[in-house]
């Protein structure tokens, strides 16, 4: 019966994903294994998400980036084929892309800002969001910033924008966008950052 005769074996199908060192190549044929087996068993999504959340907040600060981006890419790749059950784990992954978001290492806030790209993409008007608001201080911090990298600081404030970008179409999507303008029109608020930050690129 293999793995997927039994519902309960979802953390030996998670694991499989992850290579043997941190600097390994995430195993796609088991990802593909993994969104498989949520498909057949959507009510397991919230155990894997939890168990990915749990990974990354395990990894992050024992600097293991390498495995902290394939729990990332695993979320993603349940994101896209899981979409119908975003319900059972869109909680945990905002959380996850906050977790980055707020680390130093500008590689993780990049990728934790085209994940949230990939995540809006997918969304259509019923989607029951979490709370987003606190990515718009993010994604206006990446496009100000001053990294003394060149290349670096213009990856940062390039995914900055497109963070900007999606946070907006979601906005949109769900027909908030005019109620969140008129809300937030106190000049200290981050919110009010959004036209300086795209006007500073």
Same mark, same amino acid.
């Given at each position: 019966m293999g793995i997927y005769g039994n519902s309960k074996k979802y953390k030996k199908v998670v694991e499989a994903?992850?290579?043997?060192?941190?600097?390994?190549?995430?195993?796609?044929?088991?990802?593909?294994?993994?969104?498989?087996?949520?498909?057949?068993?959507?009510?397991?999504?919230?155990?894997?998400?939890?168990?990915?959340?749990?990974r990354v907040s395990s990894d992050l600060p024992k600097q293991?980036?390498?495995?902290v981006a394939v729990s990332l890419r695993t979320y993603n790749e349940l994101i896209r084929g899981c979409r119908k059950h975003l319900t059972?784990?869109?909680? +945990?992954?905002? =959380?996850?892309?906050?977790?980055?978001?707020?680390?130093?290492?500008?590689? *993780? @806030?990049? %990728?934790?800002a085209e994940s949230f790209v990939g995540f809006a993409e997918v969304q259509d008007e019923t989607t029951q969001f979490p709370d987003l608001e606190a990515f718009v201080g993010?994604?206006?911090?990446?496009?100000? +910033?001053?990294? =003394?990298?060149?290349?670096?600081?213009l990856q940062l404030r390039l995914a900055g *924008? @497109?963070? %900007?970008?999606?946070?907006?179409?979601?906005?949109?999507?769900?027909?908030?966008?005019?109620?969140?303008?008129?809300?937030?029109?106190?000049?200290?608020?981050?919110?009010?950052?959004?036209?300086p930050a795209i006007l500073d690129n």
């Open positions: 994903v992850y290579p043997s060192t941190p600097d390994g190549e995430i195993q796609m044929a088991n990802v593909g294994k993994l969104v498989h087996f949520c498909e057949l068993f959507p009510q397991k999504l919230l155990k894997v998400a939890v168990f990915l959340e749990k293991r980036l390498g495995y059972f784990f869109s909680v +945990n992954y905002v =959380r996850v892309l906050k977790m980055l978001l707020e680390s130093d290492h500008a590689e *993780l @806030k990049i %990728l934790a993010f994604f206006v911090d990446m496009c100000q +910033n001053q990294n =003394r990298i060149p290349e670096t600081r *924008l @497109k963070g %900007l970008r999606a946070y907006i179409s979601i906005l949109d999507l769900v027909g908030e966008l005019d109620a969140f303008l008129s809300r937030h029109i106190d000049p200290a608020s981050s919110k009010t950052r959004i036209i």
